[in-house]
């Protein structure tokens, strides 16, 4: 099993839609969360950090279930713009470092 | 805002070669890695550095060395370039606790 397992899509959404992606981790000490966003053929990007009380920041919305070990990002009102891969970041303790542990990616396509 | 800067946006070299990608940043950072990023597997941590002089292996240092004289700066060096190594590199920077993690524009790397 995958460490950190998202669903590679493509998701194809209209403008105006609600999307939401999972990420699953494997590993239960995982500590940190994140979302990155990558544009085609660009560095990715912290979209933002994910937290058990779960974090909104204006049209994004990231929630943690620990019990669960799953991670969700939901989209709303989506724009083209919108358009990117969406990574989820997971963190381990190794020693004196902080490993992270990058899923696959989620593709989002918004159509007009 | 980090700025993580590296050397060349694109690069082709011929098979053989010895290729150095070079990666700045100037807020200071500890933490410094070098990622390759190819379809369908991700990104997957090739080396880091967490002091100047002190390096660690990652997930798939073979075929790679780096190099850390100075804090600012983080080589990684592929000492005899191979068709496989073809790819998207990118360096990122964090803080001693392994926060603010920031992405350079990466370096595309064909090998004919």
């Known amino acids: 099993r995958k460490e950190v397992e998202q669903d590679p899509g493509p998701f194809n959404v209209p403008e105006g839609a609600t999307v939401a992606f999972n990420c699953t981790y494997s590993n239960s000490a995982s500590q940190s969360f994140f979302w990155y966003r990558q544009d085609c053929r660009k560095e990715p990007k912290l979209l933002m950090s994910?937290?058990?009380?779960?974090n909104e920041d204006g049209r994004f919305t990231a929630q943690l279930n620990r019990a669960s070990q799953y991670i969700s990002l939901l989209i709303r009102d989506s724009k083209l713009s919108d358009s990117a891969t969406y990574l989820c970041v997971v963190t381990l303790n190794a020693g004196n470092n902080r490993k992270l542990i990058w899923g696959l990616g989620t593709s989002l396509a918004v159509n007009p | 805002d980090v700025k993580v800067t590296q050397s060349s946006r694109y690069l082709v070299k011929r098979t053989g070669e010895k290729v150095f990608l070079e990666c700045v940043q100037d807020?200071?950072?500890?933490?410094m890695f070098w990622y390759r990023q190819d379809p369908g597997l991700g990104l997957r941590l090739i080396y880091f550095?967490?002091?100047?002089?002190?390096?660690e292996k990652g997930d798939i240092p073979e075929g790679y060395s780096v190099s850390r004289e100075k804090k600012e700066r983080f080589s990684l060096i592929l000492e005899s370039a191979s068709t496989n190594q073809t790819s998207m590199y990118l360096c990122?920077?964090?803080?001693?606790?392994?926060?603010?993690?920031?992405f350079g524009s990466g370096t595309r790397l064909t090998v004919v």
């Open positions: 990122a920077t964090a803080d001693s606790r392994g926060y603010g993690y920031t």
């Open positions: 550095s967490y002091d100047v002089k002190m390096k």
């Open positions: 807020m200071d950072h500890e933490n």
């Open positions: 994910v937290y058990s009380s779960g």
